[in-house]
């Protein structure tokens, strides 16, 4: 019998990109929003952790400060500062949580980190074409005000070209005044 757990079906991946936030101009996750994914305790993930520091450098994970902190509950990622039970929250960038893995041995936490790891690389595709879409953007902004500026050019020599044409019709509906 095969054991292996289908990650595309084990969390939808809309569950875990609402999990996914910016901190410190990197995308990360928490420690308490992982072990809920894993199915296990937040306790228990950062004990894993901090078993294993040596695997977790600075750019792997971090604590969050009081502001970071404070800014979460204000946008009601964290109901309360009640809820972490005085414990600082770990942000795990996406090297971090595929470090995890390692750390966690069970075949679910490697097939949630699977799952983690695809919405990871999602979000990074949709981010590089929306890169891709604001040049093109921009693009046609510019090459639009290039354009304005001819139209605009072209408008003011019609209107000369307009005028001068009403000065020789009128020139030329004036009657003739002299000898016959």
């Known amino acids: 019998m095969n054991k292996k757990l289908n990650s595309e079906t084990l969390i939808p991946?809309?569950?875990?990109?609402?999990?996914?936030?910016?901190?410190?101009?990197?995308?990360?996750?928490?420690?308490?929003?992982?072990?809920?994914?894993?199915?296990?305790?937040?306790?228990?993930?950062?004990?894993?952790?901090?078993?294993?520091?040596?695997?977790?450098?600075?750019?792997?994970?971090?604590?969050?400060?009081?502001?970071?902190?404070?800014?979460?509950?204000?946008?009601?990622?964290?109901?309360?500062?009640?809820?972490l039970g005085g414990a600082v929250p770990y942000a795990f960038t996406e090297p971090g949580v595929a470090m995890l893995s390692s750390v966690l041995k069970t075949l679910t936490a490697v097939n949630v980190n699977i799952a983690i790891m695809r919405t990871f690389?999602?979000?990074?595709?949709?981010?590089?074409?929306?890169?891709?879409?604001?040049?093109?953007?921009?693009?046609i902004d510019r090459k639009m005000g290039e354009y304005d500026d001819k139209f605009l050019l072209i408008f003011e020599y019609l209107k000369q070209f307009e005028q001068t044409k009403i000065q020789?019709?009128?020139?030329?509906?004036?009657?003739?005044?002299?000898?016959?």
């Open 168 to 180: 020789e019709l009128g020139k030329q509906n004036r009657p003739k005044i002299g000898f016959k």
């Open 121 to 139: 690389v999602k979000l990074r595709k949709m981010m590089l074409s929306f890169k891709d879409m604001v040049k093109w953007q921009s693009d």
């Open 13 to 83: 991946t809309e569950r875990i990109e609402s999990r996914i936030m910016v901190i410190r101009q990197e995308k990360i996750m928490l420690d308490f929003h992982l072990a809920e994914l894993y199915g296990i305790e937040t306790r228990s993930l950062k004990q894993a952790v901090k078993r294993n520091i040596e695997r977790f450098p600075s750019d792997f994970i971090f604590e969050l400060d009081e502001d970071e902190i404070n800014n979460l509950v204000s946008q009601n990622v964290i109901p309360s500062k009640g809820q």
